[in-house]
């Protein structure tokens, strides 16, 4: 059998012996597959043509990078929400009473909602802050994190950039080091520990265990700031309600679990002041509407 015609669900791709089939809004089509053919090579030709979305997928240098699909709830809801919706209620978090512009990269509907992370985010770097990609490599394995907003202010003549992300429940804080080979273990490590030296941490507390993310994005902000000598700005959105509908977490318990994650990581008594990381605190009562 060299030849089927199968219809699939949207999105469900399934191999043949020569080749694969999927069905889109329009046709059958059916893509051929040689031993010369890469997986890469298949995926940039049939994801476009699923989700007809500006650069929808991305093959940079951690290998596939698809585009965040529409999220249904949660914080990824009320960020894509208030991004493609209402811009401008986003504005005073990033801005924090300072007169400036706010564009924002991502998450985009007219991108498929993608978040930006390895190649996306260091070729626009490159391009808009005129500076030399670091050797982040020798700083973190591949996988660098994805980031939930991507943002740049502009005030005059000065462009800062701005890394966002977003929580709506107290169990989102939690997170464990996934890595797995013993190189990229010690990367990491090693890297965390710079951290600490740098920021003058003296919390014995383990950053690859139960804050691993916070710790990984201080991390990450900090060496770009000092790697790449440009304003990097790190923005945590904490929504919240205080209504029994429990979509988010409510501001008081924000207060005391970031209180308890910051000393946990010895971040709580610091002899220097973070000035690139501010936190953010949105009411989700008027973030329900949905995206047009």
Sequence with gaps: MEDMAIPLTLGIIVPLPKGMIY????????????????????????????????????????GLRLFCMRAKKGSQYYLQNLVNNTPEELSWALLRDEVGVVHWLSPLHKDGYKEWQDSTLWKFVTENFNVKLPPVKDFWPNRSPSWDGIAVIEKG??????????????????????????????????????????????????WTKRYYQFANRIAHALYLRRQLGIDIQLVYIYFYENTSQKLAASYEKWKTAICKEKSFLGLDNLQIDLNFYHEAFLDISNTNQDII
């Design 23 to 62: 069905l889109t809004a329009w046709a059958i089509v059916h893509y051929p597959i040689s031993r010369q053919s890469r997986a890469s090579d298949l995926v940039m030709a049939i994801v476009p043509t699923l989700f007809p979305f500006n650069n929808s997928l991305l093959l940079g240098n951690s």
């Design 157 to 206: 003549n000065k462009k800062t950039l701005v890394l966002v992300e977003a929580k709506a429940q107290i169990s989102e804080l939690i997170s464990n080091c996934k890595a797995t080979s013993p190189a990229s273990k010690t990367r990491i490590a090693k890297s965390l520990a710079s951290t600490k030296d740098t920021l003058g941490v003296v919390s014995k507390g383990d």
